[in-house]
């Protein structure tokens, strides 16, 4: 297979309600016009990514995020990069967020948690989810748990109630206040995401609404292994394997500090 079959055997995983969309949120960044045997997945198309995919002799790379466009250059010295090591590249961003298998299922599902709605819409996709456990769980062991399964420290607030049963979630970005409003009204105990500022912080603070901040990376990482086991199911013949990210401490300000 080549990349473009690559990419359309994935697009075929998704329900596609908005074609525009979907195709400004995922597709091929750069075909090397190899055959693919050997796909790298992991979350962020960076230098460093790249160098870990040409020492696994892959021939594509499979990612969530594309070159971040706010990290000036990069996305210049990515293109570069692949064409000089001769690597394929494909992203799926927005989708991947929104399906059944991707980043925020992925995830509740790890966790054990039951969803229960659909959230954070976005041109008709959902970026986020409200999750719930089967009975009311001790925040600090919640904690415990996500740094377990994430294998990072996380950092935490208890806002609210020592014990938390319906969950607010958006893996990634989910620091912007109106994002964790959303879970503040759908009635949350806790919110989880992969990134905050002081005005989540304090807003959380206000609301009395735990939270709980792991890395961008790290929440969103499962979304994209479940997509990589998808595209490579029935198919002997491609072989798929993780490429490894640093673990970042996640952002977070304390508004006592």
Same mark, same amino acid.
């Given at each position: 297979?080549?990349?473009?079959?690559?990419?359309?055997?994935? /697009?075929?995983?998704?329900? %596609?309600?908005?074609? $525009?969309?979907?195709?400004? +949120?995922?597709?091929?960044?750069?075909?090397? &016009?190899?055959?693919?045997?050997?796909?790298?997945?992991?979350?962020?198309?960076?230098?460093?990514?790249?160098?870990?995919?040409?020492?696994?002799?892959?021939?594509?790379?499979?990612?969530?995020?594309?070159?971040?466009?706010?990290?000036?250059?990069l996305k210049e010295a990515c293109l570069d990069k692949l064409a000089a090591y001769g690597i394929s590249h494909y992203y799926n961003h927005l989708p991947l967020d929104d399906c059944s298998f991707g980043t925020n299922d992925s995830l509740l599902s790890?966790?054990?948690?039951?969803?229960?709605?659909?959230?954070?819409?976005?041109?008709?996709?959902?970026?986020?989810?409200?999750?719930?456990?089967?009975?009311?769980? /001790?925040?600090?062991?919640? %904690?415990?748990?996500? $740094?377990?399964?994430?294998? +990072?420290?996380?950092?935490?607030?208890?806002? &609210?109630?020592?014990?938390?049963?319906?969950?607010?979630?958006?893996?990634?970005?989910?620091?912007?206040?109106?994002?964790?409003?959303?879970?503040?009204?759908?009635?949350?105990?806790?919110?989880?995401?992969?990134?905050?500022?002081?005005?989540?912080?304090?807003?959380?603070?206000?609301?009395?609404?735990?939270?709980?901040?792991?890395?961008?990376?790290?929440?969103?990482?499962?979304?994209?292994?479940?997509?990589?086991?998808?595209?490579?199911?029935?198919?002997?013949?491609?072989?798929?394997?993780?490429?490894?990210?640093?673990?970042?401490?996640?952002?977070?300000?304390?508004?006592?500090?």
């Open positions: 297979m080549n990349a473009s079959q690559i990419a359309e055997r994935i /697009d075929r995983l998704f329900t %596609v309600s908005n074609p $525009e969309v979907y195709g400004d +949120e995922s597709g091929i960044t750069y075909d090397a &016009g190899n055959s693919v045997d050997k796909i790298g997945y992991c979350v962020n198309l960076t230098l460093e990514t790249i160098d870990q995919a040409k020492s696994h002799g892959v021939d594509m790379m499979i990612t969530h995020h594309p070159a971040w466009d706010e990290i000036y250059g790890a966790l054990g948690l039951k969803i229960v709605e659909r959230t954070h819409e976005w041109e008709g996709m959902y970026f986020g989810r409200v999750a719930e456990y089967d009975q009311e769980t /001790d925040f600090n062991q919640l %904690v415990k748990e996500l $740094e377990s399964l994430l294998g +990072e420290p996380v950092k935490s607030w208890q806002f &609210g109630k020592n014990k938390a049963k319906r969950v607010g979630l958006v893996c990634g970005n989910g620091a912007p206040t109106e994002c964790l409003k959303e879970s503040v009204e759908n009635q949350c105990d806790l919110y989880m995401t992969g990134e905050c500022n002081l005005y989540t912080i304090q807003y959380a603070q206000l609301k009395g609404i735990n939270l709980i901040i792991g890395s961008h990376t790290f929440t969103e990482i499962f979304g994209v292994q479940s997509l990589a086991k998808r595209l490579s199911e029935g198919t002997e013949d491609l072989e798929i394997v993780q490429l490894e990210e640093k673990h970042y401490e996640a952002n977070t300000t304390n508004p006592s500090a």
